[in-house]
């Protein structure tokens, strides 16, 4: 911010998953003579570059130096997960900071990154998992967002406690979750939680690793035997 002020020029940030991101946006309100924007390269990217920006500008597209690129290679049954093209990458010796979304498709997966790690992904990635693959950038409005799946869960739950909820949302035993969040697996709003008595609220994005996200979409009332009925959406 203060590079801004002084040089009255732009400035992006690196990626910054949506819990940063809304932090960064929320402290540029309270100054004077700035404004910022996201983007990540598609409406409702995870993952975005913000650009802060005298506000007098207008900024362009480009300043935000985004890069789309498309993974090819014989994925279909292959079974290949986010995690194994991230894998990929930062094998690379890239930071997670320089890579944004990750969309899966049957053929390809298309990611978003910064445009000055673009052309060396192009050059020196040669395989996800024992896969070969081909490199080529793409056009933004190439991005193709697979459809979000949803799968409402309605449970009543003895409180708002964290291994609770998840235990509700992910299927698994209260003990067995409380397991994972010890072990650090578990993020609320993607900020890691090792306590299990973490309170959750309406909204909260719980994710385990491995299991993917349950958002606590509604606390709908008590029900007779003193039990909190919710409402969760988990993410498949």
Known sequence: MQGVLRTRQPRVTDF??????GLVLKALEK????????????????????????DYLD??????DLAFLSIQGSFRDQGLSHRDFLGALLAL?????????????????????TGEIAPFIQSQLARVGRIPVTVHQIAREQLC???????????TVPSLRLDVVAAA???TSRTRMAREITAQ?????????????????EGDVISARGRGRVQVTRVTG???????????????
């Not at 004077?32 to 409702?44: F, T, V």
């Not at 890579?99 to 978003?112: M, T, Y």
């Open 31 to 54: 100054v004077a003579d700035l404004a910022a924007q996201s983007d990540g390269g598609y409406p409702g990217a995870e993952r975005v570059r913000i650009l802060i920006y005298p």
């Open 185 to 201: 697996r578990v993020s609320i709003n993607w900020q890691v939680c090792s306590d299990v008595s973490h309170p959750v609220k």
């Open 93 to 113: 010796g890239l930071r997670r900071e320089k890579i944004g979304d990750i969309l899966l498709h049957n053929d390809q997966a298309q990611v978003v990154v």
């Open 169 to 171: 949302g992910f299927g």
């Open 59 to 64: 900024p362009r597209e480009e300043e935000w």
């Open 145 to 155: 967002p697979p459809p979000r799946r949803i799968r409402e869960i309605k449970a």
């Open 16 to 21: 910054l998953d949506p819990h940063h991101a």
């Open 222 to 236: 008590t029900t007779k035997s003193g039990r909190l009925a919710v409402i969760l959406h988990r993410y498949v």
